[in-house]
């Protein structure tokens, strides 16, 4: 049994950081504030650790959802907007809540501005109005009329001289207002659709807007006329003004030279770079890990964000990843997953083990190196992908099926990149489930809701940047309901699938149907061969784990302790033991021999969809649908050695209050045994000592602290239960009384006799006698502070 596993704890978890909404890079570019569920989290940039959350609601709170933030120019408060229609602001750097007040909107707060002096905020709402905030002064300075509808923009004027403040809502017109008298100033009118993003010139003179009508405009701020209006093809939702002098690939912009240069991004999930002043495109992206918007008009990337700082351009997808490009080369230095949404399988990658890939509910894979957490997209599906699997034999060489009928072959490079090498596309549905050959890389199965099992041969590629096509070596119809698992035994010569009609069945490698599992009362979810025995394990949505045999295809073993589907199996420790998760959120660890479950956690707050285990099963990773991977470690050694310490420290003790009451070193003895926490040894010494006499005793205890004191107490409880040890009993509490009267002595059982240090009248007699019938005192002397004072109980 020593090789068994007892215990998996949870050594990491990587969590959603942002869900959606606004987003800010710091000046200095080494943290990010994300808009994550009802909070702000400020990410390390280059560790990816929350450094901080701002506005998150206690636990007995009523939460109060942030719809926008803004941080200063000074990068040293932020503003936020509530549901509830206040406006706080805060510490940034240690989240403290500086400032509180009402909008006084009659809708919600949609977009915040500072001005350049970090004195003023201008808050734009979904009534159309927009109110000027003087911050040192907490009062509303002017509430600016005109536009109509919500805010999708407003910002003020970077020369603070101007007094200036901009916005655009939904009827799609730009508005600048004063903001010192609150008068409407000049009025844009050029966009056609919602505007997206208003930009301002270093010199002040001209103004830059961006729009959903797929036109970039370059404004003459003083007469409201639009110099330029440059068509882009594509519905634009963020752009950002380059600095003076820059470069990006093939282009050098000097100070001398003249233009605007405008990066922006939108639909189609590329950056270009555009010199307004000439209506000419600098630069158009051809690395993009972003996917174009699937429909007319949808949404791709959602903000362009630059840092100066670090001359870098963050690209923010509306999958919630944060892709950071140098602006020089335009390469991808850094790729941040703020939200993965359901994970759906994961496997360990790479000789070592040191990487792992995800599949979210998304067309992309998420490619991790585990010891940092730094990410890489990797692109191929074109839908979402279901399922994973790696070759034992070639542990850089993995497969995935998705959504788009499609299998694909990848293969990890020495770079540490994954390159796709063959795509299988014979399945006419979804392909939810893969298995690799247990004892070489020369083929797969996949299995689909078009019921369909297949077997793949791999074949070598000739060329590595070459994608090739794989050819399906048999194929079966396999069950008459959508196929949810397969799995191929450790030796290659069977195949095992389980179906949603509540069956599993095991098929030769030839695909002739061997068997069929029945016993189940729902769909079957998970499928898994023993490595050593002649069983198949399978789980299903009934919550129930069942053992077949496969010679004669009973059922030898049930195992039930979920509350929902239990959605993956696996077997550990040479299989002797079982890994569940399961729709309920829990992972169990069962010992087959003892049909017992040794282990439960509960790490999710949803359906924990995947679970991977390393080849050494010394480390566990599991996903599921809260967005959360959660990275376990085997500790059992660690439990075990730690329970062999304890022992032998317990016998050391043992020997040693042995010697001590050999030699009569009583009090050194009591010392010892109240700290083992041993009511028998305590009583046998107590009794020993009193053998010289109470004054004995009495001298004996005023040598001990109070915590023993205390635990002496509660000994003497439980010794007063018994006719034969109650005598020394009410000895340890006579003389202990003084110090419980005058509450030094804090006993829990005796709290409500204890009240504080307080005279010695008649009351305390009333206490003491209420406390003496809670311990089932028959007769006890009170001695302490009058000496003739005695209470009697018959």
């Given at each position: ?6 215990i ?7 969590t959603a950081?942002y869900?959606g ?16 569920d009802?909070?702000?989290?400020v ?9 901080l ?6 636990e007995?709170?009523e939460?109060?959802?942030i719809y ?8 040293q ?9 206040l406006?706080k602001m805060?510490?940034k ?12 909107h009659?809708?919600p ?19 159309g109005?927009?109110?000027l ?10 509430s ?18 101007k ?13 600048s ?21 208003l930009l301002?010139?270093?010199d ?5 807007s ?9 404004w ?20 950002i ?9 093939n282009f ?25 002043s000439?209506?000419?495109?600098m630069?158009?992206?051809i ?14 990337i ?17 999958d919630?990843?944060i892709?950071i ?7 991808s ?13 994961i ?7 040191n990487?792992?890939?995800?599949a ?6 998420k ?10 997209i ?16 070639k ?14 072959l990848?293969f ?37 809701q ?11 590629p ?15 119809l396999a069950?008459?309901?959508d ?7 450790p030796?290659?010569?069977m ?39 002649q ?5 299903s949505?009934d ?14 073993k049930t ?16 299989g ?9 959120g ?14 439960s956690l509960?790490?999710h707050?949803g ?13 566990i ?7 959360k ?8 050694l ?24 050999h ?7 009591l010392?010892?045994?109240l700290?083992?926490d041993?009511?028998?040894h305590?009583?046998k ?5 009193l ?19 205390e635990t ?11 006719n034969?040890?109650c ?24 709290a409500?006799?204890?009240e504080?240090?307080?005279?010695y ?34």
């Open positions: 049994m020593s090789n068994l596993k007892e998996y704890e949870k050594s990491a978890e990587f950081f869900t909404g606004d987003i800010q890079w710091t000046n200095d570019g080494l943290q990010m504030l994300c808009l994550c009802e909070a702000i989290k990410v390390e940039v280059d560790t990816l650790i929350t450094s959350i701002i506005g998150e609601t206690e007995d709170a939460n109060d959802q926008t933030f803004k941080i200063s120019h000074s990068n408060s932020i503003v936020t907007a509530h549901k509830s229609g406006i805060w510490d750097e240690t989240g403290v809540q500086l400032k509180i007040w009402r909008s006084s009659k809708g707060v949609v977009k915040l501005a500072f001005d350049s002096t970090d004195e003023n905020i201008a808050s734009g709402g979904s009534d109005n927009v109110r905030w003087d911050v040192g002064h907490n009062t509303c300075t002017s600016l009329r005109g536009a109509m509808g919500v805010f999708s923009v407003l910002e003020y004027h970077p020369d603070s001289s007094q200036l403040v901009f916005g655009a809502a939904d009827d799609t017109k730009i508005r207002w004063c903001s010192k008298t609150g008068k409407e100033q000049l009025v844009y009118s050029g966009h056609f659709s919602k505007v997206t993003a301002f010139t270093l002040g003179k001209y103004m830059v961006s729009g959903r009508d797929r036109v970039l405009i370059l003459d701020l003083n007469v409201s006329k639009a110099l330029k209006v440059v068509p882009v093809y594509e519905g634009i939702e963020s752009c003004l380059l600095p003076p002098s820059f470069k990006i690939p050098n912009k000097k100070l001398e030279t003249e233009g605007v240069y405008v990066a922006c991004a939108g639909e189609k999930g590329i950056v270009k770079v555009w010199n307004l000439m209506s000419r495109i630069f158009e992206q690395n993009s890990l972003v996917s174009p918007s699937t429909e007319e008009g949808g949404l791709s959602t903000h362009l964000l630059y840092n100066q700082a670090r001359n870098m351009v963050s690209v923010v997808t509306v919630h990843n892709i490009h140098d602006l020089e080369t335009f390469d230095v850094k790729q941040m997953i703020g939200f993965t949404d359901e994970v759906l399988d496997i360990f990658l790479g000789k070592n083990e990487h792992i890939i995800v979210t509910n998304s067309q992309d894979l490619y991790y190196d585990l010891e940092t957490m730094n990410c890489q990797v692109k191929g599906h074109t839908d979402i992908v279901l399922s994973l699997a790696n070759f034992p034999t542990l850089e060489m993995f497969v995935s099926s998705s959504k788009d009928n499609s299998v694909r990848w990890q490079t020495p770079n540490n990149t994954i390159h796709c090498l063959a795509v299988g596309t014979r399945h006419t549905a979804s392909v939810g489930s893969v298995y690799t050959s247990q004892t070489s890389d020369d083929f797969f199965t996949s299995v689909s078009d019921n369909c099992i297949k077997v793949w041969t791999v074949s070598k000739a060329e590595k940047c070459v994608e090739q096509n794989l050819k399906c070596s048999h194929t079966e069950h008459q309901m196929i949810n698992c397969v799995a191929v035994s030796n290659d010569k195949i095992a699938t389980g179906s949603q009609d509540k069956t599993a069945k095991i098929w030769a490698e030839d695909l002739t149907l061997l068997g069929v599992l029945k016993g189940h009362r729902r769909g079957v979810w998970c499928v898994r061969f023993s490595p050593v025995d069983v198949v394990l399978t789980s949505a919550s129930s784990i069942k053992l077949w045999s496969i010679s004669d295809l009973s059922c030898l195992f039930e302790g979920h509350e929902s589907s239990v959605l993956k199996v696996e077997f550990i420790s040479k002797q033991q079982i890994l569940s998760s399961g729709a309920d829990l992972l169990k660890l069962w010992t087959i021999k003892t049909s017992e479950s040794k282990m509960d790490n707050d359906k924990v969809w995947s679970l991977a285990i390393s080849k050494n099963e010394s480390y990773i599991t996903g599921g649908s809260d967005s991977l959660v990275k376990l470690k085997d500790v059992t660690e439990q075990r050695e730690r329970r062999t310490k304890e022992r032998e420290a317990l016998i050391l003790q043992e020997q040693e209050l042995n010697n001590l009451l030699d009569k070193k009583l009090l050194k003895a010392k010892l045994a700290r083992m041993r009511p028998l305590v009583l010494i107590v009794n020993e000592v053998k010289g006499g109470s004054e004995k005793l009495r001298e004996t205890l005023s040598d001990i602290s109070h915590t023993q004191k002496l107490l509660k000994f003497a409880v439980e010794w007063n239960t018994n034969k040890n005598h020394a009993a009410q000895l340890v509490f006579n003389i202990l009384a003084p110090e419980i009267i005058s509450g030094n002595l804090k006993v829990p059982s005796l409500n006799f204890i504080g240090a307080l005279p009248t008649e009351r305390h007699f009333e206490r003491l006698t209420n406390l003496l019938q809670d311990l089932n005192f028959i007769t006890y002397t009170v001695n302490c502070m009058q000496p003739h004072s005695v209470i009697k109980f018959n």
